[in-house]
């Protein structure tokens, strides 16, 4: 999995909360070369090797993006995506293998190389445009509704898919158990305050709770095809390209994608109604309460994995902030297991 960074409840990753987005001063040609980004891409041997332009999309301790403007077919940008290999290896495989294979518009993959540093890798994919994203917009909302139920009802037909990183009720277990693992460590922290310290026995009990009612979160699963999970549907994670006859979305930032039951991809969905209308075309046996429900455990999942993200910072001198964070997801959590009814 990706490194251990802590999102926002809508699932924004916020490692090392540090980003930029910028151009490059206006650099010579040989300046440009010596861009790490543009060192790798030459690596790829290229027809067009040096950018008009590089822009800083991200760049944190352990993950960067830049656009390199011109250097792609025809003069088109091109994204590089420094990243840790483990992150690199799932990305590659939902280019490489899932997408081309799927009924569904996809980014080109030109690649990837090696970085410098070991544990590092480069990739580089197509520039989704400027087109944002509005799931508020009737247009953008429908074709965003068809694209997810055509992605997970497509996939779940794919054996190669079920190679990719386990994204079950298995897996969200496993991050209640080491969230509940780092919480208790964290005790012996002398930076907390014991307000701090009565929050954190709240989720932990919280986390025995649902751990001893495992099996009522895996019923609401049953009977859901598992499948891609893209994991990460925030809207900054689309672009999209109208055509005169359709909209047409393109996504990306597929580090977290795994296979699994698609909960947390329905926790994004802007109408479980047409999602359900639209996967029960392959999947007759899907109601419209099991769709809300899934929805549900997507809620939980996200609180889940959103509290382990934030239990990593709490042996830190600073816990301020991560015990604040934990007390939003500790919330979420709360109300999605008041809404699944488990008692």
């Known amino acids: 999995m990706p490194d251990p960074a802590p999102p926002n409840i809508d699932g924004a990753r916020g490692a090392n909360r540090a980003s930029e987005s910028a151009s490059t001063p206006a650099l010579e040609p040989d300046d440009l070369l010596q861009h790490p980004a543009v ?170 709770f649902l751990e001893q009612r495992w099996d009522q979160v895996e019923y609401f699963c049953h009977g859901v095809p598992p499948t891609v999970v893209h994991g990460d549907l925030k809207a900054k994670n689309f672009r999209v390209r109208s055509t005169r006859y359709e909209i047409v979305l393109l996504a990306f930032d597929w580090e977290l994608a795994g296979w699994g039951v698609p909960a947390t991809d329905l926790l994004k969905c802007p109408d479980l109604a047409l999602y359900g209308n639209e996967a029960r075309k392959s999947w007759p046996q899907l109601t419209g309460d099991a769709v809300a429900k899934l929805a549900e455990v997507g809620k939980l999942f996200r609180a889940l994995i959103s509290i382990y993200w934030e239990s990593l910072a709490l042996y830190d001198e600073w816990v301020e902030w991560p015990v604040v964070k934990v007390r939003v997801y500790r919330a979420a959590l709360g109300d999605a297991i008041q809404s699944l009814g488990i008692a």
């Not at 794919?158 to 990183?165: D, K, Q």
Request: aromatic share 8%; proline share 8%; charged share 25%.
């Open 39 to 208: 060192k790798a891409w030459s690596r790829l041997q290229p027809e067009r090797l040096v950018p008009s332009r590089i822009e800083t999309l991200k760049r944190r301790q352990k993950s960067a993006i830049y656009r390199l403007r011109g250097v792609g077919p025809e003069g088109s940008a091109v994204i590089a995506k420094r990243c840790l290999t483990s992150t690199a290896l799932t990305e590659r495989t939902v280019y490489q293998q899932i997408l081309p294979r799927l009924p569904l518009p996809a980014l080109r993959f030109y690649g990837y190389v090696e970085d410098n540093a070991p544990g590092f890798q480069w990739l580089f994919m197509e520039d989704a445009g400027s087109g944002l994203y509005s799931p508020g917009l009737p247009g953008h909302c429908a074709a965003a509704v068809r694209w997810l139920a055509l992605l997970h009802t497509s996939t779940a037909r794919l054996p190669l898919a079920a190679t990719l990183p386990e994204r079950g009720p298995r897996f969200y277990l496993e991050q209640l158990r080491l969230a509940r693992e780092n919480i208790i460590k964290s005790f012996s922290n002398p930076a907390l305050l014991p307000r701090d310290f009565e929050e954190l026995k709240t989720i932990q009990t919280q986390c025995d």
